[in-house]
């Protein structure tokens, strides 16, 4: 069964206090690995997908690595305006998506 | 605008009375499923649908039904709720299964008394 572990279950930045979150995770044939950002009240907003190991994504202040076990949404220099929980889910050979509990970050001015 | 809608928002019901909880996307998708979100467990797949009239259980459905009669349209049904059934619940569409970018419903809560 494939498994998603997200660390740690929350985060309390300074603006401008970078950080990484981390997702570790088994699963049988990785098709993508994904993070979403899901922000109190609301559905899940899609961020990235990673396919291999060693592939990286950007996308403002946010960036995203994946290895063999394990990926790392980096946050440079955050902004109040990135607090919100995030989401890691991975998918697996039967194309299924399983989600980890999420790390909530807040990011205080 | 692209997007997937939920009703309703909020739902409070006691045991035993059966409740649907629609979804609805206009982005031709084929493929859509339900999740619900608890805390400390993440989003947990509940029911998902390939296409028109194709449904298959997803690692929680015991509880639910669920049924795709038009393209755009999978509801999600309650026949007789339980109060384990109190949970956060979101309905996602995607292009296909296995495309990447999933379009996630605003959520209906759910309280069974």
């Known amino acids: 069964e494939d498994q998603v572990t997200q660390s740690p279950e929350a985060l309390r930045l300074q603006e401008g206090e970078s950080s990484s979150l981390n997702c570790s995770y088994t699963?049988?044939?990785?098709?993508?690995l994904f993070w979403y950002r899901q922000d109190p009240g609301k559905g899940p907003e899609f961020l990235f997908t990673l396919y291999s190991a060693g592939e990286e994504k950007e996308k403002e202040r946010l960036k995203a690595t994946l290895t063999k076990k394990e990926s790392f949404l980096h946050i440079t220099a955050p902004k109040p305006e990135d607090s919100a929980t995030y989401l890691c889910a991975v998918q697996g050979s039967d194309y299924k998506l399983s989600f980890g509990a999420g790390t909530t970050v807040t990011v205080r001015a | 605008e692209a997007q997937v809608t939920q009703n309703p928002r909020y739902l409070i019901t006691v045991t035993g009375k059966k409740l649907t909880v629609t979804c609805s996307q206009n982005m031709n998708h084929e493929y859509m499923s339900w999740y619900r979100q608890d805390p400390g467990l993440g989003l947990r797949q509940i029911y998902y649908?390939?296409?028109?009239?194709?449904?298959d259980k997803g690692d929680v459905p015991e509880g639910y039904k669920v049924s795709r009669k038009e393209k755009r349209n999978f509801p999600l049904i309650l026949e007789s709720p339980s109060p384990n059934q109190t949970s956060l619940y979101f309905c996602?569409?995607?292009?296909?299964?296995?495309?990447?970018?999933?379009?996630f419903g605003p959520g209906t809560r759910l309280l069974v008394l």
């Open positions: 996602a569409s995607s292009l296909y299964q296995g495309k990447e970018t999933q379009y």
């Open positions: 649908s390939m296409n028109v009239e194709a449904t």
């Open positions: 699963v049988s044939g990785l098709r993508g």
